[in-house]
């Protein structure tokens, strides 16, 4: 059984439809990044996945279970299992890191203070923010926020971690840092869907790449082929424009 399977997936807004037909799996434990131009949905995919964009076609199953996007319970019920970073940090200016990183355990699950707080704190040190613990987001970097909102996601024990552009919002110099975490992550046995254009970064990190265009999974495959020797044109063509720059 695939920890994630997508089928026939459709979703747009308005009269604009971006996603059309899209159809993948992912394994438990696998990297998948997306990779394909602007537009193309990667960006979509993983906001109807979370459950911020309803979708108007196809069927989304975790770990087995149909996700009823209609039903606010199958939503709740997904979002226990699903974690999203964006590419925006979007954390509380009001709190501390600390408080970022457990509000949401804390005030939304009702998980007792003291074991939210000290699995936050090895979420911190994981990432390289714990002593930072009592700082405010306007005291950090931009690398330094994008790694708290990582240890944000990370603390509601996610079985899957949706990661959108999280490095495109960053100085370059800080871009490393963020990409570092990830990696470390990626030896955790989470399973994960990336959306990047770092695209040495996706080559070494995935398990697999969905090469997206015109809202559809053009072709599927291990870096080693995507990147190598791709075997759909429109994946030949994005390939060999990103990697002659």
Same mark, same amino acid.
């Given at each position: 059984? +695939? +920890?994630?399977e997508?089928?026939?997936?459709?979703a747009?807004?308005g009269a604009?439809?971006?996603l059309n037909?899209?159809? &993948?799996s992912? =394994?438990?434990?696998e #990297?998948? *990044?997306? $990779?394909?131009? *602007?537009? *193309?949905g990667?960006s979509?995919l993983?906001?109807?996945?979370?459950g911020?964009?309803?979708p108007r076609? /196809?069927?989304?199953f975790v770990?087995?279970d149909?996700?009823?996007?209609g039903? %606010?319970a199958?939503?709740?019920?997904? %979002?226990?299992r699903?974690?999203?970073v964006f590419q925006?940090y979007?954390?509380?200016?009001n709190?501390?890191?600390?408080g970022?990183?457990? #509000?949401? !355990?804390?005030?939304?699950?009702?998980? !007792?203070? @003291?074991?939210?707080?000290?699995r @936050?704190?090895?979420?911190?040190?994981?990432?390289g923010? @714990?002593?930072k613990?009592?700082?405010?987001p306007? =005291?950090?970097?931009?690398?330094?926020q994008q790694r708290v909102?990582?240890? %944000?996601? &990370?603390?509601?024990? !996610?079985?899957?971690?949706l990661? =959108?552009? #999280?490095?495109?919002a &960053?100085d !370059?110099?800080?871009?490393?840092?963020v990409?570092d975490? $990830?990696?470390?992550?990626?030896?955790?046995?989470?399973t994960? $869907?990336i959306?990047? +254009?770092?695209?040495?970064?996706?080559?070494?990190?995935?398990t697999?790449?969905?090469m997206?265009? /015109? /809202?559809?999974?053009?072709?599927?495959d291990?870096?080693?082929?995507i990147?190598? *020797?791709?075997r759909e044109?429109r994946?030949? =063509?994005?390939?060999?424009?990103?990697?002659r720059?």
């Amino acid at each position: 059984m +695939h +920890h994630l399977e997508i089928h026939n997936l459709a979703a747009g807004y308005g009269a604009q439809m971006i996603l059309n037909d899209v159809t &993948l799996s992912v =394994d438990r434990g696998e #990297v998948v *990044s997306l $990779i394909g131009p *602007s537009g *193309s949905g990667k960006s979509t995919l993983l906001r109807v996945l979370i459950g911020l964009t309803e979708p108007r076609g /196809g069927e989304v199953f975790v770990g087995g279970d149909k996700v009823d996007y209609g039903k %606010r319970a199958d939503v709740a019920k997904l %979002r226990d299992r699903t974690s999203i970073v964006f590419q925006q940090y979007n954390l509380f200016q009001n709190m501390t890191v600390l408080g970022n990183v457990t #509000v949401t !355990p804390i005030k939304i699950r009702k998980e !007792p203070r @003291a074991e939210v707080e000290a699995r @936050a704190m090895a979420l911190l040190e994981k990432v390289g923010m @714990a002593d930072k613990r009592d700082a405010y987001p306007d =005291d950090l970097s931009g690398g330094q926020q994008q790694r708290v909102a990582i240890a %944000r996601a &990370l603390a509601l024990n !996610p079985e899957i971690l949706l990661l =959108d552009e #999280v490095t495109s919002a &960053l100085d !370059p110099e800080r871009v490393g840092e963020v990409l570092d975490t $990830i990696r470390s992550l990626t030896h955790e046995g989470i399973t994960m $869907i990336i959306v990047s +254009h770092e695209m040495s970064f996706v080559r070494e990190v995935s398990t697999r790449v969905a090469m997206m265009d /015109g /809202g559809k999974v053009v072709e599927c495959d291990t870096p080693e082929v995507i990147f190598g *020797s791709p075997r759909e044109k429109r994946t030949q =063509d994005f390939v060999g424009k990103i990697l002659r720059h």
